[in-house]
């Protein structure tokens, strides 16, 4: 299937969850990425915030999780630069310091930047991924742009309540593959 269809479908799908389903999967998603994923070296990590009306898997979890427990990694979150059509990286300075854009995600009301040159990690959002790494995201191409500026030994880690599908039928030399993807049930590696 290609990218469109692909969207259309995942997002019924999550919009379909029953709030119920929607928290366990959070937390199963949460529970996997602390048993799975190696946070030794990460110094600093991106991740985005959640489109709460489009179900996306709620990392703030993580986030709290990381400042509860591991205090030496700092946390950076996005914020949509429309002029530049990029996304830029600010260090996390709280949920208070947060306003909702005009697609729905929380961002950063201003604050101060996390170089991309300094991130060690990337949580990348997805409506689906294949069993290659490549993603499936809304098709504004943000952060396949963001994740090429970032070093090449920078991790991507993809989020998603759901387990991949075979194969994306339109990748292009744009989509930035990623290194791994957690899901509830499991992570995968590519």
Not at 105 to 127: H, Q, S, W, Y
């Amino acid at each position: 299937m290609i990218k469109e269809e692909l969207r259309k479908i995942y997002l019924e799908k999550r919009s379909s969850l029953s709030q119920n389903d929607y928290a366990t999967y959070n937390n199963q998603l949460c529970e996997n990425f602390f048993s799975s994923v190696d946070l030794s070296s990460v110094r600093i990590l991106h991740c985005f915030l959640p489109i709460e009306k489009n179900k996306e898997p709620d990392t703030r979890l993580i986030i709290n999780r990381i400042q509860a427990g591991y205090p030496k990694i700092y946390i950076a979150v996005p914020r949509v630069n429309e002029k530049m059509e990029e996304l830029e990286s600010f260090f996390f300075e709280g949920h208070e310091h947060l306003i909702v854009n005009k697609w729905g995600i929380p961002e950063p009301k201003k604050g101060t930047i996390a170089p991309l040159k300094n991130i060690d990690m990337v949580l990348v959002p997805l409506l689906t991924f294949d069993k290659k790494g490549h993603r499936v995201g809304y098709g504004k191409g943000y952060y396949d742009k963001f994740l090429s500026g970032c070093r090449s030994d920078c991790r991507r880690v993809g989020i998603s309540l759901f387990d991949p599908v075979e194969k994306i039928g339109d990748i292009n030399e744009l989509d930035v593959r990623l290194h791994a993807c957690v899901t509830p049930s499991k992570i995968y590696h590519f």
